[in-house]
């Protein structure tokens, strides 16, 4: 087991979730705080952030470390960063910055 997959509790070591693993590597992302757990879905996880620049609430979006190793999962979260760089509608939430994070995990920002 590689050791970034070992979570060290109060009962002993133990594997580490995927969910684990996709925010160890989210906490890294430069320039936002990465705050609770919102939200899981299909293919992501939905944190609380804070834009360090401008000190704003945000919301980050992260594809599941389990689904970064799946292509067609891939394609689908460029398609929806994608399209959420092309909306434009007060009921609909704004992009405002995607990327890669140190661990290569692929992420979006909305307001």
């Not at 919102?38 to 944190?47: A, C, E, I, P």
């Not at 609430?57 to 398609?79: P, S």
């Amino acid at each position: 087991m590689p050791l970034q997959s070992v979570v060290r509790t109060a009962s002993g070591p133990r594997a580490a979730s995927w969910d684990e693993l996709s925010r160890a590597s989210a906490e890294r992302l430069d320039g936002y705080v990465l705050g609770p757990l919102l939200n899981v879905g299909g293919m992501g996880l939905v944190f609380h952030g804070i834009q360090l620049r401008g000190s704003r609430d945000v919301a980050i979006k992260l594809l599941r470390h389990d689904a970064t190793y799946d292509d067609v999962f891939r394609q689908l979260f460029a398609l929806e960063i994608a399209t959420l760089a092309e909306c434009q509608h007060p009921k609909i939430v704004k992009l405002i910055d995607s990327g890669v994070s140190v661990a290569g995990l692929p992420f979006l920002v909305m307001e």
